[in-house]
């Protein structure tokens, strides 16, 4: 059975969850910005949902 996404914040947080090694690395590390899919996706729904995210 498949998760049913009902909102923009069920989907950021199901991205983020599904991802999250990779999110924490790089949000620990403190170096420059990734643009890796990952990073691009989540900052591109949160820009249209009206989300600010520290960058």
């Excluded at 990779?22 to 990073?39: K, T």
């Excluded at 591109?44 to 600010?52: K, L, M, N, S, V």
């Amino acid at each position: 059975m498949t998760q049913t996404i009902n909102t923009i914040d069920d989907l950021i947080n199901e991205i983020y969850e599904s991802n999250y090694s990779h999110l924490e690395f790089e949000e620990n590390m403190g170096g420059e910005a990734c643009d890796c899919h990952i990073h691009t996706t989540l900052n591109t729904i949160a820009f249209y949902a009206g989300i600010e995210v520290g960058e």
